[in-house]
C-alpha cells in the first residue's frame, strides 16, 4: 500500500523559514513527478511546485523565488524549503506522487500557519 507521510509543517512568523519532507513508501520512486499543493481555508487546493522524473521543477507564480522543492531518490523523499513566508501562505500543504492516472497518490497534509 502506498504512504505519503508530510512532516515539518508549524507555525512561524512572517519572514520565517519552514522545511516540508514528504516520505513516500513507492515502489521505483525516482519515476514519480512529485508534488506538493495546498488548501487554504474557503479555497480549492491549488499547486504550488512539481518535479518530475528528471528533475525539472515548476512553481505557482507566488511562491516563485521563494520556495525551492527538490528530491532525494536515495531515501524516497520529497522537500519544500519555505523560505520568506508570508501569511497568504497560510494552509494545509499536501505531497503528490504521480505517475499514470491508475498512480496518483496524496498525503495526509501537514498545517502551515504564517502569524505574527
Known amino acids: 500500500q502506498v504512504q505519503l507521510v508530510e512532516s515539518g509543517g508549524g507555525l512561524v512568523q512572517p519572514g520565517g523559514s519552514l522545511r516540508l519532507s514528504c516520505a513516500a513508501s513507492?515502489?521505483?520512486?525516482?519515476?514519480?513527478?512529485m508534488g506538493w499543493y495546498r488548501q487554504a481555508p474557503g479555497k480549492q487546493r491549488e499547486l504550488v511546485a512539481v518535479?518530475?522524473?528528471?528533475?525539472?521543477?515548476n512553481y505557482a507564480d507566488s511562491v516563485k523565488g521563494r520556495f525551492t522543492i527538490s528530491r532525494d531518490n536515495a531515501k524516497n523523499t520529497v522537500y519544500l524549503q519555505m523560505n520568506s513566508l508570508k501569511p497568504d501562505d497560510t494552509a494545509v500543504y499536501y505531497c503528490?506522487?504521480?505517475?499514470?492516472?491508475?498512480?496518483?497518490?496524496w498525503g495526509q497534509g501537514t498545517q502551515v500557519t504564517v502569524s505574527s
Open positions: 503528490n506522487a504521480a505517475r499514470s492516472a491508475r498512480h496518483d497518490y
Open positions: 513507492v515502489t521505483f520512486f525516482s519515476i514519480y513527478t
Open positions: 518535479i518530475t522524473s528528471g528533475g525539472s521543477t
